[in-house]
């Protein structure tokens, strides 16, 4: 099923079929849904080989008489419409730099059953934040070295009895990053692969132990980057292939 069908049988669901029917003229939901899907795809970006950002910020323009009727449905329409959007990102791969919002408004310009979309992305510079899910935890990489282990000093705590007290370190430049093994009893896995030291792709997964670790990057309105030391962000370039490019 597209994800227009599962829209449309999503709204009959949230509005009353009765009041439905009055919208024999003018703009349809489905019309405003496939409208934003468009805007994403021809606004979609690539920033980097494995990065595609999309704006998350709509301005859904209509004549004044649609406008009325819209609004008439009341949060169900807004609930069902940014469904759709964040469902066609993920389906697209595209990423967001921040939470998605989309708004009705009255366009005395436009005609009745015309519509236009206006979009952007989150104000600000956009950057990409590091972050791993271990445990069911998401921990954001705010230092340019993390440390995971079973020990209390390292920066992320495991319950994982078959690690060690500090097993890998993640690097990451607020662009690029890399996984090293701090010389563990039982060794890192990287996507399957045992390593010393690798570049470390998005959604990459590490495993020590039992636990396993998945590395992400997520788009975000930039905060100051973590200083890497010179020699550790040279490395992570020269990895090549698993390396985050600029």
């Given at each position: ?25 003018g703009i349809q939901p489905v019309e405003i849904a496939s ?152 060794g890192t896995m990287l996507n399957g692969r045992k390593v ?51």
């Amino acid at each position: 099923m597209g994800l227009l069908d599962s829209f449309e049988k999503g709204l009959e669901r949230a509005v009353n079929s009765a009041f439905a029917k009055t919208f024999r003229s003018g703009i349809q939901p489905v019309e405003i849904a496939s409208a934003l899907r468009s805007e994403l795809d021809k606004k979609a970006a690539v920033v980097t080989r494995d990065r595609i950002l999309a704006p998350n910020t709509f301005v859904v323009r209509m004549a004044p008489a649609d406008y009325a009727n819209m609004s008439s449905l009341g949060a169900a329409l807004g609930d069902e419409l940014d469904t759709l959007v964040q469902k066609h990102a993920k389906a697209q791969g595209y990423t967001f730099a921040g939470p998605v919002g989309i708004s009705l408004e009255s366009d005395d310009s436009l005609s009745t059953g015309t519509l236009r979309v206006d979009s952007q992305t989150a104000k600000g510079t956009v950057s990409w934040r590091g972050v791993v899910d271990v445990e069911g935890k998401r921990h954001q990489l705010t230092k340019s070295r993390t440390v995971i282990g079973r020990g209390t000093d390292a920066d992320i705590t495991i319950s994982d009895a078959g690690t060690s007290r500090k097993h890998v370190e993640i690097l990451w430049d607020g662009e690029r990053a890399m996984v090293r093994d701090l010389g563990s009893t039982n060794g890192t896995m990287l996507n399957g692969r045992k390593v010393a030291e690798a570049a470390l792709p998005t959604d990459s997964t590490v495993t020590i132990g039992r636990t396993d670790i998945v590395f992400r990057v997520i788009a975000q309105s930039a905060p100051p980057k973590p200083a890497m030391p010179a020699d550790d962000a040279t490395r992570i370039f020269n990895l090549g292939e698993g390396g985050l490019p600029s």
